[in-house]
């Protein structure tokens, strides 16, 4: 590991870099905010796959990525005068002093939920108008789902035991059974939005991260599947020739391994 010097330099080493690039590669050149953005987006996603994976060496990689563009958007705002890399360090800075008034000031907490409490205050009290303002309307559904209760609940909306959660659950699916048999589509379609929403609100209070979840969930079932492909392929068939019974049998293989 290396020490705060080292850090430093390696990180003036990187703006050196984004100098010279943004003067003299032709592709550098070009890119605006706007056309960096879904780069931005890819590379976290990217950065999330080898989190879940578990993969230290790729998280470095993204990471570098990411940091890459952050400087990458710094140095396209230095040059129209909004801002540059050392106003983005220090506006998070004095955000992380000002939401953290239990380390650098007076305010005493007991635990982490003491913590999220104050920090939804503190915002308030910044001007927003809802705790719910810091959410981003492009977020994936899932995680908007999981963020808005997390900032109600920072407020003391929320349940107080999880089984309360689980009643809510039960009690929306089995509403969402009463409109599909009622062939409704559209309330088919809010029901099974309720029933999301409530597990998603269930894997809160038994901590657990819901999109996480799924897509290890996903992983799971795309290996297995491609072992499943696999094994078709040993065999000089396709999955289609096989039987559903015949698919099990891989499919279990598969789960063992």
Known sequence: MTDKTQQLKAFERLLIIMDELRE???????????????????????????????????????????????????????????????????????????????????????????VKRNWEQLKLKEGKKSVLEGVPRSLPAMVKASRVQDKVAGVGFDWEEPHQVWEKVEEEIQELKHEVDSGNRENMENEFGDVLFSLINYARFLKINPENALEKTNKKFIKRFQYLEEKAKSLNKSLQDMSLREMDVYWEEAKKI
């Open 24 to 114: 003299q590669c032709p592709w550098d050149k070009k890119q605006t905010m706007e056309s960096l953005r879904h780069l931005t987006i890819e590379e976290v996603y990217e950065l999330g796959d080898a989190i879940l994976d578990n993969d230290l060496d790729e998280v470095k990689k993204e990471l570098g990525d990411v940091l890459l563009h952050i400087v990458f958007y710094s140095k396209i705002g230095s040059e129209t005068n909004h801002f540059d890399i050392a106003e983005v360090c220090n506006s998070i800075c004095d955000k992380l002093i000002d939401r953290h008034p239990h380390i650098y000031g007076d305010v005493s907490v007991d635990n982490e939920e003491d």
